[in-house]
DNA sequence: GTGGTCTAGACCACA
DNA sequence: GTGGTCTAGACCACG
């Protein structure tokens, strides 16, 4: 698994390392059960402070996805995040709205960004047969 | 009532701000010309501090949606961003690889979020009608 | 003369306004003696607040370029602005300083800008034949 | 000492920082990548409030010159300023013109102001050699 | 009346 | 430690 940081994005680091991590998950790069990078491991390879890391890896813990474990390392759970259906929408409402106004606002017509949107979406779900 | 503030959202509220402007600009509310609110006034409507509102016309003034004049006050620009359209689209591809992400991540079908982003942008659009 | 007003500038109107009657100077288009439009017209002309074009004429008179009598209008006095040699050159400085910076930062040929700046002076010196 | 403050320039507190760093970045003193003095630290060295420091920064981010990262620092940008060509020289007419302006106004021999010009270019840019 | 700038001091988020 | 946000209140410049 590959960790890239964007330092022109303005999502911090640590959230960016939190969606390489959900987007292995989702391809199926990372399974259940699999080990996580160590915090070392993970630092030298994305260039970050470990610390950043660290701050990562603790908010796949509280979202469910991952259980570290003193000295053996950090492994992907089974359970997915555990949100009602309603929160999700919710969530969900929030990004999708910020999406409407941007292409609202450019000009780009609706169904270019809804392709855009199958295509992201395609990606993620299709390349779980890679492994 | 143009400016609404939520204070549960995490989002800066000179952010929310800009994007209550953004929108009412997209809708039709605000036309090229029109003056805003001004800071005082939107200040005391939006119950924040006149710096926060200034702050929010600030980003405004630099996306070249509004032009400031002291003395005279705050007014929509013709000229709409001048990003060009690749710019765009890449600024987009952002936001929907993460809304890709979260709907993948949380098993919600790609066809109930492309509903919800129809009805989103259509409400931005539509009511372009209003006067 | 004709009083010319970018909203797009950022200097204040009433400056743009007084800049309008010293190129007239300097152009010859206004000669000693000769009467400025009244405040009513000088408004009226250029769409701006009359108290503008009253602030603008007060900075001219604080320039020694202008005299105004109570009910009979304004007038170009023969006096030049009497600052000293010092004085003007080190007011020149910081705009000469200000313009290096800008031609650097741009990367544009100082040759390019001093060329630029021989027309502009020629604009202003040779049309005092005009009239 | 990169900023340096001059208190009884009209120009406020905030763009001075601006063009301090502006000539440092054109004089080599800064270079890509190099990280700016922290807020605070500029702060204390220019004896001015940690949010007129932030301010400068601010626009100096909208300038596309430098990127600041909450908890890193900020950084000179690889990018200068991205304007067309046609839109540099279109800033540049508008000081060139009042510096024209001021020249014949105060009849003071264009060839003088022209030296005047090369000698505060050759400021900025032949101290690119210091190391 | 308008917007612009600056200060002082607080609290938060990030690395 | 870093930068980001917000408030409160002051003073100034412009129309």
Redesign the pocket.
């Known amino acids: 698994m590959i960790i890239t940081i964007d330092l022109n994005n303005n999502?911090?680091?640590?959230?960016?390392i939190v969606d390489c991590v959900r987007r292995a998950v989702a391809t199926g790069a990372l399974k259940t059960g699999d080990q996580l990078p160590t915090i070392r491991e993970a630092a030298v390879q994305a260039r970050?402070?470990r610390?950043?890391i660290s701050?990562?890896y603790l908010e796949l813990e509280h979202l469910g996805m991952i259980r570290s474990r003193q000295g053996a390392g950090s492994f992907v759970t089974d359970a997915g995040p555990d949100l009602e259906h309603e929160e999700r929408v919710k969530a969900l409402q929030t990004l999708v709205d910020e999406l409407a106004l941007e292409t609202v606002h450019y000009q780009i017509p609706v169904d270019d960004v809804i392709a855009m949107l199958r295509e992201s979406a395609a990606k993620l779900g299709k390349e779980s047969d890679h492994d």
């Not at 999502?11 to 960016?16: A, D, I, M």
């Open positions: 999502k911090p680091t640590y959230l960016q970050v402070n610390n950043t701050r990562a």
